[in-house]
């Protein structure tokens, strides 16, 4: 843990010395300081191997930092203890992990795919104390790491529920095929998730999440 701390000064530190020309390096809704944003990612890995950021801006205030741990509920200590030892950042302010988002996003461009959300459709079961998240898409690839669609899909989550709940609150995530009418198969749009999900989390036990 003391090494953690040093390590969370140092990252902190090199990003108050860097972060003007990140910020000034903006173009639309990218960031070019690829060797500064090397850095920083280079440090938060020496820290936690799973921690992760991105930058997300609108029109009107502040930039937001976002940190996350892609998925692994055994590193949200490491995102809380990085965020907790923020500074003072004019211009910036940071969170740990996606929040949900409202109007949840129809379609997300992933790696110039683009995802519907209307393509994906859900079960969700609540078994003793425990949540269980089963996503239906159309051709289940082979490698889930590898398909885009996959990563599209867990935008989407993050949108509906927010990433901290999706790794504290489902126990468990399965991926299957669609079949031709899902409604026959009792399931539910996507688009359905939040409410659903709302209405069965509580006192579901927080365990975290497991991809199958």
């Not at 500074?87 to 409202?102: C, E, I, M, W």
């Not at 425990?130 to 996959?150: A, G, N, Q, S, W």
Request: charged share 25%; with cysteine; glycine share 4%.
């Amino acid at each position: 843990m003391q090494q953690n701390t040093k390590e969370i000064a140092e990252f902190w530190q090199k990003l108050q010395s860097t972060i003007e020309q990140v910020l000034d390096s903006k173009s639309e809704q990218q960031f070019d300081a690829e060797l500064l944003l090397g850095d920083y990612r280079d440090i938060l890995q020496r820290i936690d191997e799973n921690l992760t950021f991105h930058f997300e801006a609108d029109e009107e205030g502040p930039i937001e930092m976002i940190f996350g741990c892609d998925g692994y509920p055994e590193s949200i200590n490491s995102v809380l203890n990085v965020v907790d030892a923020a500074p003072q950042v004019s211009g910036l302010t940071f969170k740990a992990f996606n929040h949900r988002y409202d109007p949840v996003p129809n379609s997300i461009n992933v790696a110039g795919e683009m995802c519907e959300m209307s393509d994906y459709w859900f079960a969700l079961q609540k078994n003793e104390r425990k949540l269980h998240l089963t996503i239906y898409m159309p051709f289940v690839p082979e490698v889930l790491e590898t398909d885009p669609r996959v990563e599209g899909v867990m935008i989407f989550l993050d949108a509906l529920i927010g990433e901290y709940e999706l790794m504290t609150k489902i126990w468990a995530l399965d991926w299957a095929e669609l079949p031709a009418d899902p409604i026959d198969y009792a399931l539910k749009p996507m688009a359905e998730l939040r409410v659903f999900f709302d209405e069965l989390k509580i006192g579901v036990d927080p365990i975290g999440i497991t991809f199958h």
